[in-house]
């Protein structure tokens, strides 16, 4: 059973404006949270990360909010841009082992 | 550093073959890890290994399938005998610490068993 999910398979999204993935998990035991983006032909390249102590990390363009209390976070974009267009994956665990979601690809349209 | 390096980049065999994986993790990583991903199941994480031993396999899917890391520098995943139902893009990745800095993941090897 999938431990983390993302319920949009995909998302488009005009550039300039936000763009809003989301990732849900089920288990209360993970303290941190990642996200990864990935071109085709290319390994996930890590994005941001965020630990169970805090509710927000930003990283320029890029944020991650996290609720623990719903189990969800999200990550948002602003600007988006036409080069962010990629499939995105929210990862969680423990500290070394983590679960992947399915991915959400985001197409920004120039 | 030229980052964590799989191949081969492509491989297509036939059913009941054995196909071998290679991984050359990023020099001073203690972790790493060997993912499959399909489109259903997205990224499923096979087995990792912190300082050359392997730390949890609980996700091999069955006794085909096997990994080693002999020493810190290199890690093979092998299928013994493949089915169609392996095909999938198989990842390696490592890493010094996780929790802060995620994985690398290298390019992957694209699995095809006809």
């Known amino acids: 059973d999938q431990q983390v999910k993302q319920n949009s398979p995909s998302l488009s999204v005009q550039e300039g404006r936000i763009s809003i993935l989301n990732c849900d998990y089920t288990?209360?035991?993970?303290?941190?949270f990642l996200w990864y983006k990935k071109y085709p032909a290319e390994g996930p390249t890590f994005l941001i990360s965020i630990s169970s102590i805090k509710d927000k990390n930003e990283d320029g363009r890029f944020t991650v909010f996290l609720n623990k209390s719903a189990k969800h976070l999200s990550l948002h974009i602003v600007p988006s841009q036409p080069g962010d267009s990629a499939v995105y994956f929210c990862a969680a665990g423990t500290g070394n082992q983590f679960y992947f979601g399915t991915g959400t690809s985001l197409t920004v349209i120039p | 550093d030229a980052g964590v390096i799989q191949s081969p980049r492509h491989e297509v065999t036939e059913m009941g073959q054995e196909v071998t994986l290679r991984c050359k993790p990023i020099s001073g990583h203690d972790y790493l890890f060997w993912y499959r991903q399909t489109m259903m199941r997205g990224l499923e994480l096979l087995i990792y290994f912190n300082n050359n031993v392997p730390i949890d396999d609980s996700g091999m899917p069955e006794d085909r399938f096997s990994a080693k890391m002999p020493n810190a520098s290199f890690s093979t995943l092998k299928i013994q005998p493949s089915e169609p139902r392996d095909s999938a893009v198989y990842f390696c990745?490592?890493?010094?610490?996780?929790?802060?800095?995620?994985?690398?993941f290298g390019s992957g090897t694209r699995l095809t068993v006809v």
């Open positions: 288990n209360s035991m993970f303290d941190y």
């Open positions: 990745a490592s890493s010094l610490f996780p929790a802060a800095y995620g994985y690398t």
